[in-house]
């Protein structure tokens, strides 16, 4: 918590509220565009986007409980995405030993391609979307944001 | 789009990537937080809200297919929630005279006291989770997104 009392708590509350509506805004528009890029380009989802972030991070393999807590913030339903994804040969299940109800899910070679081509898209994109940027505002605008997710999971 | 070329593109894209998945991040936690808190407080959802805040600022009301152009970043199903404040009494169906099919939905007085008493709570828990960002850091990031979203909307 910032510990200097503001002069009035009204308008700064009012300022923090304006300044929440455009994170989600602008978060939203980009999240909405890249949605619409993904399924034109890919025929994907961003949900099957972020499974296969996730996985790709991981090549030994994730248990899907593992996994659904890496996209806790993501939303999307893990399990029918992972079955999706096995079924098109982009992932695979892979026995624990000496567990027998334990699987880890990782990548196929073709997974990783697949992604490797769409993180590139992707990153492409995002590059795009914030063309207007400089690389000062970049760079203000990140470490603010750091900050804020910083503050945010300490008060967790 | 910068004009400026950047010495090199692959660092900028990268970091455009980071402040992306911050971007991401910051208004996960968030969001996150503020449907925990409408749930456990008031039995509410984040789309239930966000039909309210809309319908709030049109004491006349609002055809549904306003309101869906109103909400389209936050995706909820826009019919069915109002089927349920129309249940609830804290919205109400109002006939457009010469107009059999179209109908205006706007909140009941009772409609309007529920959602003042949620949007002052929901401005306060804002403010609290932002309470680590002074007033200067607040106004940099406020400008930086406004920009952000203007390059944005510009762009569609």
Do not use: C
């Not at 978060?27 to 949605?35: A, K």
């Not at 991981?58 to 996209?71: A, I, R």
């Not at 081509?117 to 914030?130: N, R």
């Amino acid at each position: 918590m910032n510990t200097k009392p503001a002069p009035s708590s009204e308008p700064l509350s009012k300022e923090r509220l304006r300044l929440w509506l455009r994170l989600l805004k602008a978060s939203g528009l980009i999240e909405e565009e890249l949605r619409r890029r993904l399924r034109r380009e890919f025929e994907s989802t961003l949900p099957r986007f972020d499974v296969m972030a996730a996985l790709s991070r991981y090549p030994d393999g994730l248990k899907m409980s593992e996994l659904s807590e890496l996209l806790r913030v993501s939303n999307g339903n893990v399990t029918g995405i992972v079955q999706k994804l096995v079924e098109d040969g982009q992932a695979l299940r892979v026995a624990v030993p000496g567990d027998r109800r334990a699987a880890l899910v990782r990548l196929t070679p073709r997974g990783r391609e697949t992604f490797a081509t769409q993180a590139a898209a992707h990153e492409g994109w995002v590059s795009e979307l914030m063309g207007d940027l400089g690389e000062a505002e970049i760079a203000a605008l990140s470490a603010q944001l750091g900050h804020l997710t910083q503050s945010l999971e300490k008060g967790e």
